[in-house]
């Protein structure tokens, strides 16, 4: 038996690169889905040998977390890259990535793509302010990446953000072996077409590992459960030290008199834009209720 961590899988096949050095390719035991468990990128499991770079996956591991879309576990954290220039990111989907990533004990890097042609500079302000680590950089001219590096190294890192903004040129520059397929922007549309077909981990000259995963879109209502909204305002960091300074027990930081959250927005402490995507959250999850929970897990 070997240990190991799934690289990519694809089509019922799992690569897994055990610590030995070899690149495996597994079947998965049945047990797994009769167990109703998958492996997924990023899973630390044991392996069983056959020979001829091929073997079974016996055990899946303990997880740090995992994510259903894309389907990946163990991330340290999530690199959101967004862009002011074409196409531009909404807020609201960096946000609702942001949400989602604290709830699964995963830190949130935001990083702001094609600043050689924007430097969005509202979204620099707006992610700062919040407490993330935020960078500017250009796939184009090389600016910011070894900021960039020393975030990632040592750790593994999803990147995600919507299509177009530059994920796969972000780490076509940051290791010159990398060959992935960089899509263009649709001018009609301001928007990019998927070029990340499949969850993959790539491990990096500088010491990082990462995953390329499709864009925003993979985000579905799958992670937008019950658990989230139960704990939707711990997932806005900046929201924590005022939470038990409300009026009131039980308040929603919507519209309640005495709300220390609301206080905090007219003070300018917090900004305005999260509290905005915090309120499309609210919305969103708010008609989820115990039942249908408990009918999508069956």
């Known amino acids: 038996m070997a240990e190991g961590r799934i690289q990519k899988a694809l089509s ?5 690169h055990t610590d030995g050095g070899e690149l495996l390719t597994c079947r998965a035991r049945g047990k797994f889905r009769r167990e109703g468990v998958s492996p997924l990128v990023g899973d630390r499991v044991e392996v069983r040998e056959l020979g001829g770079g091929e073997g079974f996956v016996e055990k899946i591991l303990p997880r740090r977390n ?35 990533a604290a709830l699964k004990n995963c830190e949130v890097v935001v990083l702001l793509n094609k600043c050689d042609l924007d430097p969005a500079d509202e979204l620099y302000r707006i992610y700062t302010a919040a407490g993330f680590p935020t960078v500017r ?58 070029t990340t077909r499949h969850v993959e981990l790539y491990r990096l000259n500088c010491g990082a590992e990462v995953v390329d995963s499709p864009g925003f879109s993979s985000f ?48 300018g402490e917090i900004q305005k834009s999260r509290h ?21 897990r069956t």
Do not use: M
Request: aromatic residues 8%; hydrophobic residues 40%; charged residues 25%.
């Open 66 to 100: 995992a994510f259903a879309r894309p389907a990946v576990a163990n991330i340290d954290q999530l690199v959101v890259v967004a862009s002011g220039a074409v196409p531009r990111t909404d807020p609201f989907l960096i946000d609702r990535v942001a949400a989602i």
């Open 137 to 194: 950089v250009s796939a184009v001219t090389g600016e910011g990446l070894p900021e960039l590096e020393s975030l990632i190294s040592g750790k593994l890192s999803a990147f995600t953000g919507n299509s177009g903004v530059g994920k796969s040129s972000i780490l076509n520059a940051l290791d010159p072996e990398f060959h992935l397929q960089v899509g263009e922007v649709s001018d009609a549309l301001g928007r990019g077409r998927h």
């Open 276 to 296: 905005l995507s915090y309120l499309r959250l609210y919305e969103e999850l708010k008609p989820l209720q115990d039942w249908q929970e408990k009918k999508r």
């Open 12 to 16: 019922g096949f799992y690569y897994v």
């Open 220 to 267: 579905e209502t799958d992670e937008l459960n019950l658990e989230l909204k139960h704990h939707l305002p711990e997932t806005f960091r900046e929201f924590r030290p005022y939470l038990d300074q409300c009026r009131f027990q039980g308040c929603s930081h919507t519209k309640e008199k005495g709300c220390a959250v609301l206080e905090a927005i007219r003070a």
